[in-house]
T-cell receptor
Framework: NAGVTQTPKFQVLKTGQSMTLQCAQDMNHEYMSWYRQDPGMGLRLIHYSVGAGITDQGEVPNGYNVSRSTTEDFPLRLLSAAPSQTSVYFC?????????????FGQGTRLTVV | AQSVAQPEDQVNVAEGNPLTVKCTYSVSGNPYLFWYVQYPNRGLQFLLKYITGDNLVKGSYGFEAEFNKSQTSFHLKKPSALVSDSALYFCAVRGPMDSSYKLIFGSGTRLLVRP
């Protein structure tokens, strides 16, 4: 049981390039989300999904797209990378959207945009 | 607006001594509260949660947290700290009225346990 798997672990992009961060979970979780972690700011929600085919924006969605074609996968796309997107990105999943369920996190992707 | 505050950037404690990592929150309605721990270059790991009921919640690795509704606090505690407890700790809250079901995180507190 792998839990939440993110790839790649590290990535360097040039300004303007695009890329996709992969996230997969094998726990049949309904709710999946993407956060970015910046020093002194905790984690901020980028996008989330309450099930296959359903996605919505979080607090900081600009510059990112998501899709959820299957229960297991929830990729995050950077459309045109900017230095402000330098961050550590975490994918998380929860059994349900109910508030009392804890989230399981992937190991993160450290992204640097130069 | 919903928010979480962790007033200490770092907490230093000697091994064997009790530790407390502070957290206060602001949310409409009855909150769901969580503590997570992050070790270097790793994702966040769930420690414990408060949903309802007993104000003292026990979690993983000997940690516990006390929910205080009047003070809107959810402090993390451990009776006897270990060097291996050194990590970054995040408090998080999920408001029952939030349609995005998102976790709102504090800025994190670094715990340093010295031998």
């Amino acid at each position: 049981n792998a839990g939440v798997t993110q790839t790649p672990k590290f990535q360097v992009l040039k300004t303007g390039q695009s890329m996709t961060l992969q996230c997969a979970q094998d726990m049949n979780h309904e709710y999946m989300s993407w956060y970015r972690q910046d020093p002194g700011m905790g984690l901020r929600l980028i996008h989330y999904s309450v099930g296959a085919g359903i996605t919505d924006q979080g607090e900081v969605p600009n510059g990112y797209n998501v899709s959820r074609s299957t229960t297991e996968d929830f990729p995050l796309r950077l459309l045109s990378a900017a230095p402000s997107q330098t961050s550590v990105y975490f994918c998380a999943s929860s059994y349900s959207r109910l508030g009392n369920t804890e989230a399981f996190f992937g190991q993160g992707t450290r992204l640097t945009v130069v | 607006a919903q928010s979480v505050a962790q007033p200490e950037d770092q907490v230093n404690v000697a091994e064997g001594n009790p530790l407390t990592v502070k957290c206060t929150y602001s949310v409409s309605g009855n909150p769901y509260l969580f503590w997570y721990v992050q070790y270097p270059n790793r994702g966040l790991q769930f420690l414990l949660k408060y949903i309802t009921g007993d104000n003292l919640v026990k979690g993983s690795y000997g940690f516990e947290a006390e929910f205080n509704k009047s003070q809107t606090s959810f402090h993390l505690k451990k009776p006897s700290a270990l060097v291996s407890d050194s990590a970054l700790y995040f408090c998080a809250v999920r408001g029952p009225m939030d349609s995005s079901y998102k976790l709102i995180f504090g800025s994190g507190t670094r715990l340093l346990v010295r031998p």
